[in-house]
């Protein structure tokens, strides 16, 4: 079973429980007490951690639970009729609270993605990135394993945006994110920093894992850019760390050095460096990256 299915299920349980918990005191009480804002709680808490079928189900249970206390106390009532009357109200009420309890959820879901996600390309931004990679960097640093960045720039960008418009600069943007996502690991984690620049977090990865992906990456990119007719090539700062480096912000600096010294050495090239011990520097010139 799916762990997050079987977690649904052990609060739909639980719920059950305390609406037959709440359906038992119900009765012993007797008909003079109203307890409908007891059964609010199983109904909200199935629907916030379990969805809206879960709620809907809570809402029914609760129903039936009011309903079945009722009519072992019919003689309570005026009328046979009345205590149906009264539950199909409250299971009006539990299905419409039921409804605004998940909308709320999934409408701060809905925020909290956002807060994460650049809205042009639909990748994460930098704030997301950060928090991701400190998540990467800390089981690094527990299981002693490698880690890796790549810095990447879309050199001559702004030639786009002033030839051909912003729009096929946006059209470029989106189509070099969504190849990035189709050729790195699930596990890995690409992010549009601002403007024409990505980084991409290579979770638990070596020196020559990482200079692999740097190519590939590199390779699949120009491909599609050359396909397009856009005047465009890509300068790549790609740092594994063997001794991992104290925060993500020295991690993204130091990629981000290496991308300038490619550009600086004339772009369209992948500067990679490796911090060991012995400081070692690794470059991989133009024509062995494309």
């Known amino acids: 079973m799916n762990p997050k299915n079987h977690s649904k299920s052990v609060y739909i349980i639980l719920g059950l429980l305390l609406v037959l918990v709440i359906g038992v005191f119900r009765y012993l009480s007797g008909p003079e007490l109203a307890l409908s804002l007891f059964y609010l709680f199983p109904i909200a808490w ?3 951690h379990a969805g809206r079928w879960a709620g809907i189900l809570m809402s029914l249970a609760s129903t039936l639970s009011w309903l079945a ?27 419409i609270i039921t409804h605004i309890i998940f909308g709320l959820k999934t409408a701060l879901e809905k925020h909290r993605e956002l807060a ?4 042009l390309t639909a990748v994460a931004n930098r704030r997301a990135f950060h928090d991701l990679a400190n998540m990467e960097l800390n089981k690094a ?16 960008f702004k030639q786009i945006n002033d030839h051909f418009g912003h729009h096929i600069g946006d059209a470029l943007l989106r189509a070099v994110a969504e190849a990035i996502k189709k050729n ?23 020196a020559e894992s990482a200079a692999l992906v740097a190519r590939k990456l590199k390779q699949k990119l120009q491909a599609l850019i050359q396909d397009k007719g856009w005047p465009v090539t890509l300068s790549v700062g790609a740092v594994t760390f063997e001794i991992l480096p104290g925060s993500v912000d020295e991690m993204i600096n130091a990629a981000d050095r290496q991308m300038y010294r490619a550009k600086k050495k004339g772009k369209n090239r992948i500067q990679y460096k490796i911090i060991n011990e012995d400081e070692d520097v690794y470059r991989i010139s133009k024509s062995a990256s494309l």
Do not use: C, K
């Open 184 to 206: 790195i690991r699930a596990v890995d984690v690409v992010a549009r920093f601002g403007g024409d620049e990505f980084g991409i977090l290579l979770a638990g990865t070596g």
């Open 69 to 95: 206390a009722d009519l072992l106390m019919l003689s309570s009532f005026s009328h046979a009729l009345i205590p149906y009357l009264n539950e199909t109200f409250r299971l009006i009420v539990f299905l």
């Open 141 to 156: 640093r527990r299981y002693q394993t490698p880690i890796s960045v790549l810095y990447l720039d879309i050199d001559d």
């Open 46 to 48: 199935a629907t916030w």
């Open 116 to 119: 994460g996600t650049d809205p």
